[in-house]
């Protein structure tokens, strides 16, 4: 780990597949070079929670199926897509997840960024929820994503459900979450705990990520 830098204790993270997104507004003020993209890692997603938990890895992975399905081989850019949560901002995990999208697409709600020179690359409003729909039976989050520039949308829904659970992790849990716990206890419930975070995102369980055209 080069100096300066976070030290997680995940021991998988570079199995994880990162997320590239082009960001014209980056580049008109001067953060990047034309066509250099930024590039996202799940640890991203973790500084942002402050945590990592599988709300998190599942809003990393819900978007960056997202992405594919809408970009295919291409770069997707930041800022040219809205995302539509079923539910309210309350509605299960909808608001932490929706942090992570908005930190990763652009899109924000009523505290984003409403351009230049007369709306010119806008986030505000972007991201919004729906609370008159709810997410498909059995899914904790279910989100549309839509391409600004032509319109094609598509509706990715998360269902952790058939999670593994090691049964020794309700016994841990309390003692690492009150610090009560002995430094072995505290470690051996984050690598179960992780055991679990690993299977999001790199695993492919059938009926956790489901796609809708």
């Not at 991203?44 to 819900?62: E, F, I, N, Q």
């Not at 008159?132 to 459900?161: H, L, M, Q, T, W």
């Not at 020794?168 to 470690?187: A, F, H, N, R, Y």
Request: negative net charge.
């Amino acid at each position: 780990m080069a100096e300066g830098q976070s030290k997680f204790k995940i021991d998988f993270l570079d199995q994880v597949e990162t997320i590239k997104m082009k960001d014209p507004l980056a580049v008109a003020l001067g953060a990047l070079d034309k066509d250099e993209p930024f590039v996202y890692r799940y640890e991203d997603a973790v500084k942002t929670a402050g945590h990592s938990c599988p709300a998190v890895s599942g809003a990393y992975r819900l978007t960056l199926t997202a992405l594919k399905h809408l970009y295919g081989d291409e770069i997707p850019v930041r800022g040219n897509i809205k995302v539509t949560f079923r539910g309210g901002i309350g509605y299960k995990v909808n608001g932490p997840i929706s942090q992570v999208v908005t930190l990763i697409t652009g899109a924000a709600g009523e505290s984003g960024f409403h351009g230049l020179g007369g709306g010119k690359f806008n986030r505000y409003n972007l991201l919004t929820f729906d609370e008159n729909s709810d997410a498909p039976a059995g899914a904790i989050c279910s989100a549309i994503f839509e391409r600004i520039d032509n319109g094609k949308s598509v509706e990715v829904s998360y269902n952790n459900s058939m999670l593994p659970s090691d049964p020794k992790m309700g016994e841990l849990m309390p003692l690492s979450v009150s610090g009560t716990g002995t430094d072995e206890q505290i470690k051996e419930f984050g690598k179960l705990w992780h055991d679990r975070i690993k299977v999001v995102l790199t695993g492919n369980m059938e009926g956790m990520f489901v796609v809708k055209e």
